[in-house]
């Protein structure tokens, strides 16, 4: 399917995609602890899960079967639309207000508009990891970035392995979208007391999305 058609489509259900991310200096996203296998985010910054929290509450998230898998619970009050190759693996939950359904591209459509009925008020998040920011980046019209900067190179620490980026360098992502607002840096009470930013951006009115084909 069409990434434009599936644009159009959201817009005729009167909805708007949004992109929220927590990314390193390094366009970091994820990684994997070597020992457990387990995907985690590898850098602690409450204040940044407490921001995801306030911004997608009741809303409806669009996410990859892994970041859902990362998760240590369906996330409180908002739907979940997994995207997985292989449906029979997993089973949904149609919990009223926090349902979790599986489903695969050419469902999409369908099960936003049943979202909506969940989440009338809701809109729509693209909640990651890097597979999912990849296709949906283009029909996100406006994105929250969390800007963490980490002191060390990840990549380095033994302790991970399986990195996971953000598409678009993050900087060269930013000039594409010319509207923002950016607070300033802050310093997180997390362990490790890493220094932190968020980012609002929103793309240009005129800008339209490119021709992406999907599977
Ligand atoms: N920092 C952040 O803000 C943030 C946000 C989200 C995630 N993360 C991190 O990112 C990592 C996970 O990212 P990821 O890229 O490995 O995985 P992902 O994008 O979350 O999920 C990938 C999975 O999604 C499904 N998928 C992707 N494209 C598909 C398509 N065209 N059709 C059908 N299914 C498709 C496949 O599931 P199946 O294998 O089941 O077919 C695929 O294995 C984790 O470390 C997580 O902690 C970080």
Redesign the pocket.
């Known amino acids: 399917m069409d990434i434009n058609n599936i644009l159009q489509q959201i817009q005729q259900l009167g909805l708007e995609c949004s992109g929220?991310?927590?990314?390193n200096q390094r366009n970091l996203?994820?990684?994997?602890v070597k020992e457990t296998g387990k995907?985690?985010?590898p850098w602690s910054v409450p204040e940044d899960l407490a921001n995801f929290k306030r911004i997608t509450a009741n809303n409806i998230l669009i996410?990859?079967?892994?970041?859902?898998e990362?998760l240590p619970e369906p996330l409180n009050g908002r739907v979940h639309i997994v995207?997985?190759?292989?449906l029979f693996?997993y089973t949904n939950i149609n919990d009223p207000t926090t349902p979790v359904w599986f489903i695969?591209?050419d469902s999409l459509i369908t099960y936003i508009s049943i979202a909506k009925k969940y989440k009338p008020f809701g809109n729509l998040f693209v909640?990651?990891?890097?597979?999912?920011?990849n296709?949906f980046c283009s029909i996100c019209s406006k994105w929250y970035i969390?800007l963490v900067h980490t002191h060390n190179n990840i990549t380095s620490d033994t302790q991970y392995s399986d990195f996971?980026y953000f598409g678009p360098p993050i900087s060269i992502f930013r000039e594409q979208y010319n509207r923002g607002r950016f607070s300033p840096i802050y310093t997180s009470r997390g362990k490790d007391n890493l220094q932190y930013e968020f980012w609002e951006i929103w793309k240009p009115e005129s800008s339209l999305p490119s021709k992406i084909k999907?599977?």
Request: aromatic letters at 8%.
């Open positions: 929220i991310v927590a990314v996203i994820g990684a994997t995907q985690i985010i996410m990859g079967r892994k970041t859902f990362s995207i997985t190759r292989s693996k695969n591209y909640i990651g990891g890097t597979e999912i920011f296709t969390t996971h999907m599977e």
